[in-house]
């Protein structure tokens, strides 16, 4: 199975919890790229990314929680990549392919709900990607883990097993949206 990881996070290196993910996921056999380093002028190669997605088994976007939803890249990657006539429209060529995500927050959990400063729970902030997805015919799954902000070592190394055990999971192959 070809795992295809999209990291978009511009400052990849001085990431922790980011980083170790990509690391993990790359020791695990899934194909990761680096969005930022990839496209560091923003000209995203629409071509190429069409080609790889349609490579892929499994799709995955692993980002930053950035100010209540992804990094400029992500959004500007489904914005152009994901085109009328290819993604959606008359032709869905990336139907039944899992559209996974991968969020790193930076506050605690307790800090996504009501009474948390943020107001609603993680995986609220995750619904214009899960409509983005089901649109494109392609089930979603996420995994979340927040304190990214100020996790420990071990916390990152355990996220980081989970990570990986979750990429190799059958379970969001089944879940559509």
Not at 54 to 75: N, R, S
Not at 159 to 166: A, C, K, L, Q
Request: negative net charge.
């Amino acid at each position: 199975m070809r795992i295809v990881v999209n990291v978009f996070h511009a400052n990849l290196l001085e990431s922790r919890v980011n980083r170790a993910w990509a690391d993990a996921a790359r020791g695990a056999g899934a194909v990761v790229r680096d969005l930022y380093d990839l496209y560091p002028d923003d000209n995203i190669d629409i071509a190429a990314e069409q080609a790889v997605a349609e490579a892929a088994d499994i799709l995955v976007f692993q980002h930053p929680m950035y100010w209540y939803g992804a990094p400029y890249l992500m959004k500007k990657w489904i914005d152009t990549v994901l085109t009328h006539g290819w993604a959606y429209g008359p032709n869905f060529a990336l139907e039944g392919k899992p559209f996974l995500q991968a969020v790193s927050l930076g506050a605690g959990e307790h800090e996504y709900a009501p009474i948390g400063s943020r107001k609603y729970h993680g995986p609220e902030f995750l619904k214009p990607f899960e409509r983005t997805a089901a649109f494109c015919k392609m089930p979603h799954s996420s995994f979340l883990r927040y304190g990214a902000g100020y996790a420990s070592e071990d916390e990152i190394g355990m996220w980081s097993g989970e990570y990986v055990s979750w990429l190799r999971s059958t379970d969001h192959l089944r879940s559509h949206s």
